[in-house]
Nanobody, 125 residues
Framework: QVQLEESGGGLVQPGGSLRLSCAAS????????MGWYRQAPGKQRDSVAT???????NYADSVKGRFTISQDSAKNTVYLQMNSLKTEDTAVYYC???????????????????WGQGTQVTVSS
């Protein structure tokens, strides 16, 4: 029913830039917040940046000043502009969304946390 589709990952040199996109689709009533998380090999999944529907943002200290999260509410899409990329940024980046969805089987609206499949970002020379 609900899908989060990420795109924009790839290989980039240190100091380069990438822009990730995540589009949410399905029986979505409203979006409370969306964000980006990342997980490097052997490490836990950590928050990178989040944004609420109202536009409030939060960033991990490691990406402040380099990454910018934004959204297009009309498209249910969130973006992550990544500049001045470092090798330490290499990870699988996952889109996350706090959604209010319509559950047809119960004819009710339910809140849930949804994840995309992830997109690989590799920063290497």
């Amino acid at each position: 029913q609900v899908q989060l589709e990420e795109s924009g990952g790839g290989l980039v040199q240190p100091g380069g830039s990438l822009r990730l996109s995540c589009a949410a689709s399905g029986n979505i009533v409203s979006i409370g917040a969306m964000g980006w998380y990342r997980q490097a090999p052997g490490k836990q999944r950590d928050s990178v940046a989040t944004i609420t529907t109202r536009g409030n943002t939060n960033y991990a200290d490691s990406v402040k000043g380099r990454f910018t999260i934004s959204q297009d509410s009309a498209k249910n899409t969130v973006y992550l502009q990544m500049n001045s990329l470092k090798t330490e940024d290499t990870a699988v980046y996952y889109c996350n969304a706090d959604l209010l969805v319509f559950t047809y089987s119960r004819s009710v609206r339910t809140r849930g946390d949804y994840w995309g499949q992830g997109t690989q970002v590799t920063v290497s020379s």
